[in-house]
Nanobody
Framework: QAQLLESGGGVVQAGGSLRLSCAASGRTFSGYAMGWFRQAPWKEREFVAATVWSGASTYYADSVKGRFTMSRDNSKNTVYLQMNSLRPEDTAVYYC????????????????WGQGAQVTVSS
């Protein structure tokens, strides 16, 4: 059964950095578009970043542009989200998703989701 598993979350002070990983198992996701979303308490799931199957093109939400970098290593069936200059408003559960077609900021287009990783940024 195909699964996505996020890791690397934690507690960090404002201005700090974290790197999230999303490891796929059960099938190869090298041909899939991948995305990162986040959800803060009492808020809807919010788009963060998405990349096409090759990683050649990546799209970011305005709120994270210039601070976050999404990458993927298809040989390891893993995608990453490097988060720098973190702010308290980045506090959320971060989810990775995978879809056969590039869906960008639209979560309904993703077929697989991980269980989420908590990121907490203290001021």
């Amino acid at each position: 059964q195909a699964q996505l598993l996020e890791s690397g979350g934690g507690v960090v002070q404002a201005g700090g950095s974290l790197r999230l990983s999303c490891a796929a198992s059960g099938r190869t996701f090298s041909g899939y578009a991948m995305g990162w979303f986040r959800q803060a308490p009492w808020k809807e799931r919010e788009f963060v970043a998405a990349t096409v199957w090759s990683g050649a093109s990546t799209y970011y939400a305005d709120s994270v542009k210039g601070r976050f970098t999404m990458s993927r290593d298809n040989s390891k069936n893993t995608v990453y989200l490097q988060m720098n200059s973190l702010r308290p408003e980045d506090t959320a559960v971060y989810y990775c998703g995978a879809g056969q077609r590039y869906s960008g900021a639209f979560p309904s287009g993703y077929e697989y989701w991980g269980q989420g990783a908590q990121v907490t940024v203290s001021s």
